[in-house]
């Protein structure tokens, strides 16, 4: 049997309109993760300077804290802002589908 999609031209095919509410929102949430991850990886920098001795006298486990700081800004705090994101996003459609559902009652 043929898939009914595949037998449909291309030219009558949905276009794709993004929301520009929702554009607006994901580059935001983009941006901000750039951020997050450009802001550890400065924070790893500041570590292994001071776990290194290079700047002026401050204790080595501070450069630790920093470090360990630094790699966790870069890799999980994305994820999480990501997640909760995507969450919202989900919950934000989850709702409208209900709505629509109450409304053609």
């Known amino acids: 049997m043929s898939d009914p999609i595949e037998d449909q031209p291309i030219d009558d095919?949905?276009?794709?309109?993004p929301d520009p509410v929702k554009e607006k929102q994901?580059?935001?949430?983009?941006?901000?993760?750039s951020m997050m991850r450009l802001l550890g990886v400065i924070l790893v920098m500041l570590?292994?300077?001071?776990a290194l001795d290079r700047l002026p006298p401050m204790p080595v486990p501070v450069?630790?804290?920093?470090?360990?700081l630094g790699l966790t800004q870069m890799w999980v705090v994305p994820v999480l802002i990501i997640r909760?994101?995507?969450r919202a996003r989900v919950a934000e459609e989850e709702m409208a589908k209900a709505a629509d559902g109450a409304d053609s009652l």
């Open 13 to 17: 095919e949905p276009e794709y309109v």
């Open 26 to 33: 994901a580059k935001a949430v983009h941006f901000m993760v």
């Open 47 to 50: 570590g292994l300077a001071i």
């Open 63 to 68: 450069g630790y804290i920093l470090i360990l």
């Open 84 to 86: 909760q994101y995507i």
